[in-house]
């Protein structure tokens, strides 16, 4: 009798052992799913993001040309403002000149 109660215990345990070993078995594939899932997101994500800083970074670049090329233009006609001012300033040199003559 105790034989025959040790031999279904031990049929249970093994039991219980085996569905256990089973959900393991289980946990261990959804776990390598899931850091499957991540590191796919994790890439995804990074992409997007690179791909995001390299459009941010051409807006820049061509913003600095536009300014670059607004500055030149700036530069062009301060000079030409510059030169004006330096003509009219002799020419009223030389008009005083001939005045004083």
Known sequence: MIDHKIN???KKINSELNRLNKKSEEIDI??????SNLNKNLKEL???KLKKLREEKKLIYDN???LRNDFSEIKKEYKKTKKNKSKKNLIKKNLKSQKIS
């Open 8 to 10: 279904l215990l031990e």
């Open 30 to 35: 959804l776990k390598s799913s899931i850091i």
């Open 46 to 48: 990074k992409s997007k």
């Open 64 to 66: 600095l040309l536009e």
